[in-house]
């Protein structure tokens, strides 16, 4: 009981995580670090991400736990050599060639 008389008087306060992403986001915009295209990026990515965790539910319900580990596992695997591959791609290493 005494915790949920804490939390009301902490959500009373403003400590509540949606008002902290409000204003992080706006400071963020406002000092020039989150731009409209990052926004935008941003909101995508939480919608594919909210799409997938109620589509991984949904499959979850039809196949045992670790069927669904190993699925997860693979997918996590392919995406991280994505990112991995484009982050290297995206280095601008100097070439170094060998010519008289």
């Known amino acids: 009981m005494a915790w949920i008389e804490l939390r009301r ?3 009373s306060l403003g400590y509540c995580p949606e008002y902290r ?7 963020l915009y406002q000092m020039e670090i989150l731009n409209e295209k990052k926004l935008f990026m941003s909101i995508g ?9 109620l589509i991984g539910g949904q499959i979850r319900q039809y196949i045992s736990e670790g069927l669904f580990r190993k699925i ?9 050599t994505y990112i991995v591959t ?15």
Do not use: Q
């Open 9 to 11: 008087v902490g959500t």
């Open 21 to 27: 992403y409000r204003f992080l986001a706006i400071a």
């Open 86 to 100: 484009n982050a290297l791609n995206d280095l601008e290493v100097p070439t170094f060639s060998i010519s008289k």
């Open 45 to 53: 990515a939480f919608f594919g991400t909210a799409c997938g965790m």
């Open 72 to 80: 997860l596992l693979c997918f996590l695997m392919v995406l991280g």
